[in-house]
């Protein structure tokens, strides 16, 4: 869709005379005041020059009243913890860091083994704390037990959510509970 500009040549010309009256009047005031304004922005400074507050220059450390006590012996120094890691993640360990190098990724060797090994461990051994509020949701839970799930794959699958009423069908077998 074209914009409709209700612009010709004799508005044009309008608006150039306009702009250039601006520009001159402009420049007629800069040079008839400008010379007085800065002299007096310049007086303005050097009146707030002598307004500044002296500055004392300290003679030294204060004396101490009574003699200074001897120092004591510091204890023997501990060894200095490990600092914590920097950023986020902790660090990689050496043998996960070396599948980065073995091979190519198009043979699903290099880049792509060290991504599996990586989403492999838990994210509490990679990460300091949870990032995200899905982190929070399974954040040190543990190893899954096996014997957890139900051995025999014939089971009902709208046991698995709640009834609340939405959307449910009366089921007689729900009923005897």
């Not at 309008?14 to 007086?43: D, V």
């Not at 500044?52 to 003699?67: N, S, V």
Request: with cysteine; net charge positive.
């Amino acid at each position: 869709m074209a914009r409709h500009l209700n612009m010709d040549t004799q508005r044009q010309n309008f608006w150039k005379e306009e702009y250039l009256k601006e520009m001159l009047l402009r420049f007629g005031w800069q040079h008839k005041y400008g010379a007085a304004i800065r002299a007096k922005q310049k007086t303005w400074t050097q009146a707030r020059e002598g307004l500044r507050l002296p500055t004392i220059a300290p003679e030294g450390p204060p004396k101490a009243p009574f003699p200074p006590k001897a120092p004591t012996p510091l204890p023997p120094k501990a060894p200095a913890p490990k600092a914590p890691p920097q950023g986020e993640m902790y660090p990689v360990p050496p043998a996960i860091r070396a599948l980065l190098y073995q091979g190519l990724s198009h043979n699903q060797q290099g880049r792509v083994r060290y991504l599996a090994a990586r989403a492999a461990t838990r994210p509490e051994e990679r990460y300091l704390y949870p990032l995200t509020t899905s982190f929070v949701y399974g954040w040190q839970l543990g190893p899954t037990v096996k014997g957890a799930l139900p051995s025999n794959k014939l089971c009902r699958i709208d046991t698995f959510f709640r009834k609340n009423g939405a959307f449910s069908v009366l089921d007689p077998r729900d009923l005897a509970l």
